[in-house]
């Protein structure tokens, strides 16, 4: 049951590791400006925003496999109408139409996997995590060294292709119990409005997301615009998703401990050293240890704040939870973009620094709940 969902996985990570690096060649084609590119950029992330909202009372109510299934159908034919798309509204509409597939898709996929191993859950996701982490690190490097002279477009082929493999798979499994005829029990969301803990680490996701997002968006095109070459570009990102794959694989024993509060915490402090380092620097020394740093703050929050969610989620409302996280995380990226996508460096950093405290507060609290003993690091800053 879990090569499917991690084919699917990394499918949606190809996405978001490769979109950065295309951006520069979109706008080249196409006649785009920055703002352009932010509506681009965006479309996909409000689309997810909506599809996570459906599919968390989907994947509580109904079969979550078959609405993965629907999902990952829908983000292919996204990928399909943007690689064919001409225009910038076509393109704008085939984002959307991709982003809704991985908004139905993406937050269902912890919960398949932590139930495919309900003794060492965080184990799990970061396990999930690295693999597809390891798939994905390496297509912007490959992309831009090998298939950048193919056109942005082969890429989202590529994605289409793989999401298309995982719904393969998918439906080559069987549930057990997918023909019971027991009725889904009626469901209190309201739960979910006085789970405190869990709204903390919605605003921690929020914030380091949004700051990750922004780098994410802003890195390829400043690169760009200072006549980076593509497989320079391509190395950078590279660097960061190995970062956060390698990274992820280290702390795979330490996310189910009272470790996961130094990790957390950790993660916005990494995110602010990665931004700074970008400064000014068109050396790519500069701007791989840069990566570096985003790459182990992106490591440093991912599983952790999952772990988390589904640990202060109500009880029968995992997918809900869980549709919340992805959404946040998504609204974090769409506010920071919409904000910061013309600001000048300055403006820019203030911006992510304030983003950054906010989430290491976040993250101080939200782990309280967890019921671990407060480390002494952690009491004297308390």
Not at 222 to 238: E, K, Q
Not at 298 to 304: F, G, K, Q, R, Y
């Amino acid at each position: 049951m879990i090569i499917g969902p991690v084919a699917a996985h990394v499918a949606f990570v190809l996405e978001l590791t490769l979109v950065p690096l295309l951006l520069p060649a979109m706008q080249s084609h196409l006649g785009l400006s920055v703002g352009d590119l932010a509506w681009i950029f965006n479309s996909y992330g409000i689309a997810v925003a909506v599809g996570v909202l459906l599919s968390g009372w989907c994947g509580d109510t109904f079969n979550p496999r078959k609405v993965f299934g629907y999902g990952v159908a829908l983000f292919a034919v996204g990928s399909l109408l943007v690689a064919a798309s001409n225009s910038f509204e076509m393109l704008l509409f085939g984002r959307a139409v991709q982003g809704l597939g991985a908004g139905v898709f993406s937050p269902l996929l912890p919960l398949l996997l932590t139930r495919a191993s309900p003794l060492k859950p965080g184990r799990m996701l970061i396990v999930w995590g690295s693999i597809a982490g390891y798939v994905s690190a390496l297509a912007p490097f490959f992309y831009g060294s090998f298939f950048s002279k193919f056109g942005w477009n082969i890429a989202f082929v590529f994605i289409a292709l793989v999401a298309l493999v995982a719904l393969i798979l998918l439906n080559r499994l069987r549930d057990p119990d997918e023909h019971a005829a027991t009725p889904p029990a009626p469901k209190d969301y309201t739960q979910i409005l006085r789970a405190r803990y869990l709204w903390i680490t919605f605003a921690y996701v929020f914030c380091t997301y949004g700051a990750i997002t922004y780098y994410l968006f802003r890195l390829p095109v400043w690169l760009s615009d200072n006549d980076v070459r593509t497989a320079s570009v391509g190395l950078a990102l590279t660097v960061l998703w190995l970062t956060f794959s390698g990274l992820s694989t280290l702390l795979r024993n330490m996310v189910d401990s009272p470790h996961i509060r130094t990790i957390m915490f950790a993660s916005p402090i990494l995110i602010v050293v990665g931004f700074l380092l970008s400064y000014g620097n068109e050396n790519l020394f500069f701007i791989v240890l840069s990566c570096v740093f985003v790459g182990a703050g992106l490591a440093c929050s991912n599983a952790p704040s999952t772990q988390l969610i589904l640990r202060f989620a109500p009880k029968g409302l995992s997918a809900a939870s869980t549709s919340l996280d992805i959404t946040f995380a998504r609204l974090g990226g769409i506010a920071m973009v919409a904000l910061l996508a013309t600001a000048g460096f300055a403006f820019a950093f203030y911006a992510t620094a304030l983003s950054c405290f906010i989430a290491a507060t976040c993250a101080l609290i939200a782990s309280r709940g967890l019921g671990f003993p407060p480390s002494p690091a952690a009491r004297s800053t308390l």
